[in-house]
Nanobody, 121 residues
Framework: VQLQASGGGLVQAGGSLRLTCGASGRTFSRYFMGWFRQAPGKERELVAAIGWNVGSTYYADSVKGRFTISRDNAKNTVYLQMNSLKPGDTAVYYC???????????????WGQGTQVTVSS
């Protein structure tokens, strides 16, 4: 599976962005998909993840109620809608694919190239 993330940018606090991750490969629907982020000097953390059947999702406490992950298996695409953005959300965001739901980035098999999100105060 090859992944390509897009949609990052510069936004003011309180604004919104939608990240998109396109995937190649016919087996996309079998993978759990996650969005991670990494700020300078910090470890990469799982922000949100979604199972293959969209019935199972995970959100980090810091983004619950503000971010929504979704996927369209017919389009081989996963989205991260980010609302009420805060300066603390500033980071490089990565999409990743795994065969199971995990918060450990080392367990993910495939990664996109990352997209920068910058939230100004």
């Amino acid at each position: 599976v090859q992944l390509q993330a897009s949609g990052g940018g510069l936004v003011q606090a309180g604004g919104s962005l939608r990240l998109t991750c396109g995937a190649s490969g016919r087996t996309f629907s079998r993978y759990f998909m996650g969005w991670f982020r990494q700020a300078p000097g910090k470890e990469r953390e799982l922000v949100a993840a979604i199972g293959w059947n969209v019935g199972s999702t995970y959100y980090a406490d810091s983004v619950k109620g503000r971010f929504t992950i979704s996927r369209d298996n017919a389009k081989n695409t996963v989205y991260l809608q980010m609302n009420s953005l805060k300066p603390g959300d500033t980071a490089v965001y990565y999409c990743a694919a795994n065969t199971y739901l995990s918060r450990d980035p080392a367990s993910y098999n495939y990664w996109g190239q990352g997209t920068q999100v910058t939230v100004s105060s």
